[in-house]
C-alpha cells in the first residue's frame, strides 16, 4: 500500500470548515483513500473514501487531486465533537488497514 | 454506534495468564478483522476471518490465536501474556470477502497486563 503523509496537528474554529489534506504521491491505479478517525480511544469510526472522484456524505467531502497524489477531507461546519485524529489509508487489494500517525484535530470554541 | 460489539470492555490480568476477547460483528457482516492498538505501535492489524476461515494474517504473535464460529462471532484469544500485550483490541466488520469492503470498528477491549 502507498505510503500516505498528513501534518501531525491541526486547529479549527467551530462552526468552520475543517481541511484535512494527506499526501500519497505513490498511489497506484487500483489503490482506494479512505478516511477514519478516533475519537480519544474509541474505536475507529469510518468517514468517506473515493478512488479518483470526489465524494460526500453527510459526515464530510474528499476531494482527491486530478493526478489522485493528494486529498483533501473537508468537514465543512466543525464541531466540537470532531476533535479527533483524522487517518488518511490508501488501500490497496489486500485486507488489512494500515494506519498511519494521523492528524490529531482539535476544534476550539 | 457501529454494531460491532467487543467483551469485555476492560480487563485485567497478570503476566503468564491467557484472556478470550470477544467480537459480535455487524449483523449480515461475514468478515471480521482483528486489531492491536499500543501507545509505541500504533494500530496493527492482527488477522482477518471470512464465514469461518482465516483469510489473512498480519502481525499477529503466535501466542496469540483466534477463531471464528459458525453464529459469525469472533474470539482472540491471548496466551503467555507480556506486560507488552497491555493494549487495546479492536475489532472491525464488513459485509463480504472483498478486500476493499468497508471495515467498522468496535468500541475495543482495554487489556491490562500487571
Known amino acids: 500500500d502507498a505510503k500516505t503523509t498528513q501534518p501531525t496537528s491541526m486547529d479549527c474554529a467551530e462552526g468552520r470548515a475543517a481541511n484535512l489534506p494527506c499526501n500519497h504521491s505513490?498511489?497506484?491505479?487500483?489503490?482506494?483513500v479512505y478516511w477514519y478517525r478516533q475519537i480519544h480511544s474509541q474505536g475507529p469510526q469510518y468517514i468517506i473514501h473515493g478512488l479518483k472522484n470526489n465524494e460526500t456524505n453527510e459526515m464530510a467531502s474528499l476531494i482527491i487531486t486530478e493526478d489522485r497524489k493528494s486529498s483533501t477531507l473537508i468537514l465543512p461546519h466543525a464541531t466540537l465533537r470532531d476533535t479527533a485524529v483524522y487517518y488518511c489509508?490508501?488501500?490497496?487489494?489486500?485486507?488489512?488497514?494500515?494506519f498511519g500517525k494521523g492528524t490529531s484535530l482539535l476544534v476550539t470554541p | 454506534d457501529s454494531g460491532v460489539t467487543q467483551t469485555p470492555k476492560h480487563l485485567i490480568t497478570a503476566t503468564g495468564q491467557r484472556v478470550t476477547l470477544r467480537c459480535s460483528p455487524r449483523?449480515?457482516?461475514?468478515?471480521v478483522y482483528w486489531y492491536q492498538q499500543s501507545l509505541d505501535q500504533g494500530l496493527q492489524f492482527l488477522i482477518q476471518?471470512?464465514?469461518?476461515?482465516?483469510?489473512a494474517k498480519g502481525n499477529i504473535l503466535e501466542r496469540f490465536s483466534a477463531q471464528q464460529f459458525p453464529d459469525l462471532h469472533s474470539e482472540l484469544n491471548l496466551s503467555s501474556l507480556e506486560l507488552g500485550d497491555s493494549a487495546l483490541y479492536f475489532c472491525?466488520?464488513?459485509?463480504?470477502?472483498?478486500?476493499?469492503?468497508?471495515?467498522?470498528f468496535g468500541p475495543g477491549t482495554r487489556l491490562t497486563v500487571l
Open positions: 449483523s449480515g457482516d461475514l468478515s
Open positions: 489509508i490508501v488501500r490497496g487489494p489486500g485486507y488489512a488497514l494500515n
Open positions: 472491525a466488520s464488513s459485509s463480504g470477502g472483498s478486500s476493499t469492503d468497508t471495515q467498522y
Open positions: 476471518y471470512y464465514n469461518g476461515e482465516e483469510r
Open positions: 505513490t498511489i497506484s491505479g487500483n489503490e482506494y
